[in-house]
């Protein structure tokens, strides 16, 4: 394969899989440009291993192995690293900005992620994306057993979050439906 094919085909791969890379920067980044930084630098890892991709396992798979791992030392090394102090009104101003463009449902899911620790976020973000116990558990390198274990009280204390929230536990017809995972 060319140069040119091999990088066609590697944008080919990001571009039907980008939502991954959405959703692990999102829930990783709060800032806009810290998303910015960390989906730049997992496309860099990407294109850094793309020759060492398997073809007999999903590309899902391998992209969601590297940007977790690019995420949570993103996550770590931010954290740990002195940031300058924004205002408190640009603060207001971007939370204001991403609570009007997702439902109250969507903001409490997100909301609920963020407090997570890096583990447990991706756990979620495996879960939610429809990856079942093995191929999360090929990902974040825990056993099968662990996966079920760890998702299971994540719904737990989602569904007691929540409850918490005032949002009504049962449905009326045409109302909203409460994020619950089941």
Same mark, same amino acid.
């Given at each position: ?7 066609? =085909?590697f ?13 692990? %920067?999102?829930?990783? %980044? ?14 860099v890892q ?8 398997d073809? =007999?396992y ?9 940007a ?12 740990? =690293?002195?940031?300058? &102090?924004?205002?408190s ?34 756990? &979620? ?50 109302a909203?439906?409460?994020?619950v995972?089941?």
């Amino acid at each position: 394969m060319s140069t040119a094919e091999h990088r066609d =085909r590697f944008q080919g791969l990001v571009d039907e899989h980008k939502k991954i890379l959405y959703k692990v %920067c999102h829930s990783y %980044c709060r800032n806009s440009d810290d998303r910015e930084d960390l989906a730049q630098e997992i496309i860099v890892q990407l294109w850094r291993s793309f020759n060492k991709f398997d073809e =007999r396992y999903r590309f899902s798979t391998w992209m969601y192995r590297i940007a977790l791992n690019v995420a949570i030392s993103f996550y770590r090394r931010e954290s740990t =690293r002195t940031r300058h &102090v924004i205002s408190s009104e640009e603060h207001l101003l971007e939370a204001a900005k991403e609570a009007e463009k997702h439902p109250e449902e969507i903001r409490l899911l997100y909301q609920f992620i963020d407090s997570l620790d890096p583990l447990n976020k991706a756990l &979620v973000l495996l879960f939610l994306d429809g990856n079942n116990y093995q191929e999360i558990a090929g990902v974040v390198g825990i056993s099968e057993t662990n996966v079920a274990t760890k998702i299971s009280r994540l719904k737990q204390k989602m569904r007691q979050e929540f409850a918490g929230t005032g949002r009504p536990q049962s449905e009326s017809p045409g109302a909203p439906r409460p994020v619950v995972i089941k």
